[in-house]
């Protein structure tokens, strides 16, 4: 663990002299990135304007479920930036590279892909938090930080098992696509509430892909709605079990690994 923390820094270091080469490229992106989520932001307010409610759901309380949803999403992008995994470790065959290095395969190809400008997400989805918060009078107890600290955590491991687990798949294929798209697609639904959605979506949302738990049951707790805590301390659990999970389909993924030779 301590070789992955420096590691960490020294990749870190890299990362931001590397972007402040290109200073107006580096602006661009956060700028870009912030661009694209206030739109999201955006097409909330529009929606709103024709229905004022959603399944008993109101404006403000579905922007907080979306500030919620920014947090995590940010944390898991800054570490887990699996989206060219096929490409760049199966195809081009830069996982033989990572596998002849005496540091856990995983943690190196997580360092590598880091991004800490999404760490720009997490002040978004804070800022828009507390913005939605002040319009429902939301009142936080001295332990409600510590809470969301721990629902955050949990809601990146979530994110982390699900992505870990598709991102071993490629070890079976040469797609260079996969089905990350499709489940990236579907992640966006655990921005609303569960409940507005047919049984089958919210099957699929609360069990099988449970991004319900990185967005809306979470913010069900600082939202004050009882009937849905049972769900929100779940949240931890279900952290646990799917990171694991990814780990477990990680690690058999990578003994199939036969190489990049042709």
Avoid: C
């Amino acid at each position: 663990m301590g070789q992955v923390i420096r590691l960490f820094q020294d990749y870190l270091s890299q990362y931001f002299k590397t972007k402040l080469t290109y200073r107006v490229n580096f602006i661009t992106e956060l700028v870009s990135n912030l661009v694209y989520e206030l739109l999201n932001l955006v097409f909330i307010l529009v929606v709103f304007t024709h229905v004022p409610t959603i399944q008993g759901w109101t404006l403000y309380e579905i922007v907080f479920i979306y500030g919620y949803f920014l947090v995590p999403y940010a944390l898991f992008s800054m570490f887990f930036g699996f989206w060219d995994f096929n490409e760049r470790y199966i195809i081009r065959g830069e996982m033989d590279r990572i596998l002849t290095r005496p540091v856990n395969h995983l943690a190196q190809i997580s360092l590598e892909s880091i991004a800490p400008d999404r760490l720009f997400g997490v002040i978004t989805g804070v800022i828009i938090m507390f913005f939605a918060g002040s319009k429902l009078n939301l009142d936080l107890s001295w332990y409600d930080p510590i809470i969301f600290l721990l629902l955050v955590f949990s809601s990146t491991l979530i994110y982390g098992g699900i992505y870990t687990a598709i991102a071993s798949v490629s070890f079976y294929t040469d797609s260079r696509t996969g089905i990350a798209p499709m489940v990236w697609n579907i992640q966006n639904y655990g921005r609303y509430p569960v409940d507005i959605y047919n049984n089958a979506i919210s099957i699929l949302l609360k069990w099988i892909l449970p991004f319900a738990f990185v967005g809306f049951y979470p913010s069900a707790y600082f939202l004050k709605k009882e009937e849905l805590y049972g769900y929100t301390m779940l949240t931890p659990v279900m952290g646990i079990i799917f990171f694991t999970l990814g780990i477990i389909f990680w690690n058999q993924g990578v003994k199939k690994y036969s190489g990049a030779g042709s």
